[in-house]
């Protein structure tokens, strides 16, 4: 067996025993494809207020500016589709962030991950990404064979539907690519008649800055009165376009116990969640995604669905 089939089967045998439920290899280069669409995309400024998308433009593109030298892209992808649901009577939390924050959790992985791997074959040059640096993590796990992207603009599986974490190695070693897969999402156009905010301007392209995750969550300005009563009741994320994909009949629960979802999020009730202090909310969720607006940005998302 040659060198690259080796460390191909070793990455992907690595990416198993830490958990990743799949493991999908490209080529480090140029997201020729994106390209244009990603320019097009920051020009209309759908990407809201989120100054950084514009930033780094060719790095988010090419992944050889972020590893010198890089030769192959590692794509994972980490299940959080959890066991317990909230409070049906509650305000609602996008299930992702029911636990400890996934940035903690999978970076961890990733770093045991590289640890293993230079330990088999010696140092490897490497970077890792999780959600949190220029890199355009969808396109790549698409291209590595993970998925496709659906209309909802979410990475989609066969397998799993979208209830995970899309996750990136950039290494300095060749490996063998995966295949890319084709698009089934069909006639389907459930996620886009389902958002309340009108978010996708068009199948497979949406307006982040009408996007409820977007403005629960990345907004740090007041929330617009044009939205008012379209929130369904979600004070941190959204999971409506992902929630009645026909895909996700196929999720399965997680077996990460740092996703274990934080008691309160469970059964706080909406007066529970009107009445937390500061305090309180600083103890509970500093370890939590639902910390990422503060505890200002979070009771103004609370004040405006209430």
Known sequence: MSTINSNTL???SIAKDLGFISCGISK????EDEADRFEKWLKNNYHGKMSYMQRNFDKRLDTTKLV???????SLLYNYYPKKKQNPNSYKISKYAYGIDYHYVIKD???NFISILNGKIGDVNSRVFVDSAPILERAWAKKSGLGWIGKNTNLISKKTGSFFFISEIIVDIDLVPDNEVT????QCTACLDSCPTGAFYEPYKLDASKCISYLTI???DKISEKFDAQFKDWIFGCDICQDVCPWNKFSTEH???LFEPIDQV????KKDWVEITNEVFDVIFENSPINRPKFDGFKRNIEFVK
């Open 255 to 257: 077996n990460e116990p």
């Open 218 to 220: 990345e907004l740090k």
């Open 10 to 12: 070793l990455v992907k």
């Open 68 to 74: 010198e030298g890089s030769k192959s892209v590692i």
């Open 109 to 111: 992985k990733l770093k």
């Open 28 to 31: 480090s280069g140029f997201l």
């Open 266 to 269: 469970i059964n706080y009730s």
């Open 183 to 186: 698009d089934h999402c069909g």
